[in-house]
């Protein structure tokens, strides 16, 4: 009523000065600012909810650790398992059929046999169980050797120092407790770059 009427050129005149001189986002309401303000207020304030939190986040954090272990992913794999070369160890190692894989079995069988009573059940037991030692073992020195020779080959100028103890410590686990997780299957060819 006592205002005085703007014309169209002194609105263009005023956006113009708003947004030379403006934040360049418009100013939240209320309504934002409050939400904004407590979502910083939030952080814990007595001990037991900051052990709960920390709590969460080990959890959350262990968990994506976890997760990446299990699909061979480098930046979650500790220095010992990290590198074209210990890749190559794992997969090698995870494609072969390995005798420690039935060792279980067999003590099984040896301990039923041992408690069976019969001292010929019993001895019956313990030659299985020697015997099997020795296939491992001599599995183990065969796997040492055609994986030193493999890797020799692939990896010419790579230090081959801790590939042994890498590749037996792997292939004396059950094959689903590996970790990281096998990413080969059981007889599969491996490729021929590791990068």
Known sequence: MFRKKST??????EDRHAKAGGKGRPTPTRKEAEA?????????????????????????????IRRGMKTGDERYLPPRDKGPVRRFVRD???????FIELMLPLLVVTLILGYSGSPQLAAAGNAILLGTLA????????????????LARRFPEAPL?????YAVSRALQMKFMRLP?????????LPEQYR
Not at 161 to 165: A, D, L, P, S
Request: charged content about 35%.
């Open 161 to 165: 120092k801790g590939t042994t103890y």
């Open 92 to 98: 090698y190692v995870d494609t072969r059929f390995s």
């Open 181 to 189: 997780k096998a990413q080969v299957k059981l007889g599969q060819t």
């Open 36 to 64: 904004a303000r407590k979502a910083r207020a939030r952080t814990p304030r007595t001990r037991k909810e900051q052990a709960a939190a920390q709590r969460a986040a080990r959890s959350t954090r262990s968990q994506e």
């Open 135 to 150: 296939v491992v073992v001599v599995d183990l020195l065969w796997l040492r050797f055609r994986l030193r020779r493999e």
């Open 8 to 13: 169209d050129a002194d609105v263009a005149v």
